[in-house]
Nanobody, 122 residues
Framework: QLQLVESGGGLVQAGGSLRLSCATS????????LAWFRQAPGEEREFVAT???????YYGNSVKGRFIVSRDYAKNTIDLQMNDLKPEDTAIYHC????????????????WGQGTQVTVSS
């Protein structure tokens, strides 16, 4: 059983930055790839970023070039540095863990955190 707890959300003006962090616990956490998703009101959950076991990173098209994902295996955390934030980035951001399956599909992820709210004002 894994537990994922997000932190770092808040209110920021457009063009600003935020850094989200996801703390994980569980004996087998290193067997899982971790990722960030987000969900805006009335919208489906959207893939944001992930770092695979081989340290390759992948980003959703809407955040590419602005967000940076990084995983610390020693601390069992995954962070999301969000720069040049836009009002359309407003959403609840969730951390998730998958054992296998395509990284961009929510169905691939077995464990989810409760999420942290990010609000970007114009």
């Amino acid at each position: 059983q894994l537990q994922l707890v997000e932190s770092g959300g808040g209110l920021v003006q457009a063009g600003g930055s935020l850094r989200l962090s996801c703390a994980t616990s569980g004996r087998t956490i290193n067997k899982y790839a971790l990722a960030w998703f987000r969900q805006a009101p009335g919208e489906e959950r959207e893939f944001v970023a992930t770092q695979n076991w081989n340290t390759s990173t992948y980003y959703g098209n809407s955040v590419k070039g602005r967000f940076i994902v990084s995983r610390d295996y020693a601390k069992n955390t995954i962070d999301l540095q969000m720069n040049d934030l836009k009002p359309e980035d407003t959403a609840i951001y969730h951390c998730a863990a998958r054992h296998y399956g395509p990284y961009y599909l929510t169905e691939s992820y077995r464990y989810w955190g409760q999420g942290t709210q990010v609000t970007v004002s114009s």
